[in-house]
């Protein structure tokens, strides 16, 4: 069965920081790129970071750009997204989503782990 189960979400000030984290299984992971996308309250799904399946290829949204760093460890099946610099305006659910490399679509997708950036 495969799994990505995300962790690390919670409530943070304006300029704080969160990490979260995207643990995987039931699939070969170093086999697949990976992103992090959020969708905030009454607004369609965007994407936040990408990261190719061996790690030497990364790309953010302008938006996170500076401020969020994606990184992985293939022996720990994980991703992770450190998020510094927090604004009211990144409060979203995230989630990770995995693919095949140059496929068009992402096949697996975690349930979300809630961000909220608030004082």
């Known amino acids: 069965e495969v799994q990505l189960v995300e962790s690390g979400g919670g409530l943070v000030q304006p300029g704080g920081s969160l990490r979260l984290s995207c643990a995987a299984s039931?699939?070969?992971?170093?086999?697949?790129?990976m992103s992090w996308v959020r969708q905030a309250p009454g607004k369609e799904r965007d994407f936040v970071a990408f990261?190719?399946?061996?790690?030497?290829?990364?790309s953010y949204a302008d938006s996170v750009k500076g401020r969020f760093t994606i990184s992985r460890d293939n022996a720990k099946n994980t991703v992770y997204l450190q998020m510094n610099s927090l604004k009211p305006e990144d409060t979203a659910v995230y989630y990770c989503?995995?693919?095949?490399?140059?496929?068009?679509?992402?096949?697996?997708w975690g349930q979300g782990t809630q961000v909220t950036v608030s004082s």
């Open positions: 990261i190719s399946m061996s790690g030497g290829t990364t």
């Open positions: 039931g699939f070969t992971f170093g086999s697949h790129d």
């Open positions: 989503a995995g693919r095949a490399p140059f496929a068009s679509e992402y096949e697996y």
